[in-house]
């Protein structure tokens, strides 16, 4: 069973920034796509930015493109999502997610069988 840790989150300004890493021991991520997901309170879950095996593919959700970065650090065995300009509706747990495909880059829930538990980001003055 892959067990993910998310790291990170936390509160900060307007137009302020934060790194959220996602981890996993015991299991080498080298093999997994991974995504980030987010839910704001009384909204569904979305696919933010994923990430495919080699890291030479990645996506991101309309409105944080130019402004959040996936990137992967095999050294680390960790994933992470550089999140710039931040905004109020950035607000949202943070979770991520990962599944053992080749090439893909999968931005659908439904599409992940392992997840992380979430960290919490808070955008506000």
């Known amino acids: 069973q892959l067990r993910l840790v998310e790291s990170g989150g936390g509160s900060v300004q307007p137009g302020g920034s934060l790194t959220l890493s996602c981890t996993a021991s015991g299991i080498t991520l080298d093999y997994y796509a991974i995504g980030w997901f987010r839910q704001a309170p009384g909204k569904e879950r979305e696919g933010v930015s994923c990430i495919n095996t080699s890291g030479g593919t990645t996506h991101y959700l309309n409105s944080v493109k130019g402004r959040f970065t996936i990137s992967r650090d095999r050294s680390k065995n960790t994933v992470f999502l550089q999140m710039d300009s931040l905004n109020p509706d950035d607000t949202a747990v943070y979770y991520c997610?990962?599944?053992?495909?080749?090439?893909?880059?999968?931005?659908?829930?439904?599409?992940?069988?392992?997840w992380g538990q979430g960290t919490q980001v808070t955008v506000s003055s």
């Open positions: 997610a990962a599944e053992r495909v080749s090439r893909l880059c999968l931005m659908g829930q439904a599409e992940y069988q392992n």
